[in-house]
């Protein structure tokens, strides 16, 4: 079966870095689009970024361009989330998630499964 399980989420002070690791096994991993969203209290969950099955292509959401970057690597059936100068906005549970085809995509009804999310709190 599919699984999907982040890791790298904590407490960080404004300004500072975090790296999100998402590990997949269950598919062939290189075969699919990956990507990332982001869940905050009370609000609804939001697009990151995503990554196509080869890596070459990327969308990363315009609220965090410039800040984030989104990478795989797909022997190591891994995809990952480099987040630098994060602020307090950005606390959030992160998710990862598995997109049913093989194209970076925005869209989150064109992921079919999801990671159980990795909880990022950024103190001011």
């Known amino acids: 079966q599919v699984q999907l399980v982040e890791s790298g989420g904590g407490l960080v002070q404004a300004g500072g870095s975090l790296k999100l690791s998402c590990a997949a096994s269950g598919f062939t991993f290189s075969y699919s689009a990956m990507g990332w969203f982001r869940q905050a209290p009370g609000k609804e969950r939001e697009f990151v970024a995503t990554i196509s099955r080869s890596g070459t292509s990327t969308v990363i959401a315009d609220s965090v361009k410039g800040r984030f970057t989104i990478s795989r690597d797909n022997a190591k059936n891994t995809v990952y989330l480099q987040m630098n100068s994060l602020k307090p906005e950005d606390t959030a549970v992160y998710y990862c998630?598995?997109?049913?085809?093989?194209?970076?995509?925005?869209?989150?009804?064109?992921?079919?499964?999801w990671g159980q999310g990795t909880q990022v709190t950024v103190s001011s």
């Open positions: 998630a598995k997109n049913r085809g093989s194209v970076a995509a925005v869209q989150m009804g064109t992921y079919g499964y």
